[in-house]
Nanobody
């Protein structure tokens, strides 16, 4: 099993910054891409950013230029630096990790961390 533990959420004013962290532990062989998703009340979960094991990052259009995803492969940790936060960024943010061992692929999820941006 893979365990993902997020931290760094909280309450911040619009225009402020937060940095989320997600530490992966457990059976990490085959660990590949990691990602951040978010889910606002009454809305579907949406992809925010992904990063491959080689460090290639992709972003949803609504966070481009404001958020930066990075990872530390030694510590098996992924980060999300969030700048210029907007009230519409308010959501529960979830860490995701993808593992691939031979023909078996799995997605693993953290418990989520709340981010609230006040106007």
């Amino acid at each position: 099993q893979v365990q993902l533990v997020e931290s760094g959420g909280g309450l911040v004013q619009a225009g402020g910054s937060l940095r989320l962290s997600c530490a992966a532990s457990g059976r990490l062989w085959g660990l590949g891409a990691m990602a951040w998703y978010r889910q606002a009340p009454g809305k579907q979960r949406e992809l925010v950013a992904t990063i491959t094991s080689g460090g290639t990052a992709t972003y949803a259009d609504f966070v481009k230029g404001r958020f930066t995803i990075s990872r530390d492969n030694v510590k098996n940790t992924v980060f999300l630096q969030m700048n210029s936060l907007k009230p519409e960024d308010t959501a529960v943010y979830y860490c995701n990790a993808h593992t691939q061992v031979l023909l078996t692929s799995r997605d693993h999820w953290g418990q989520g961390t709340q981010v609230t941006v006040s106007s």
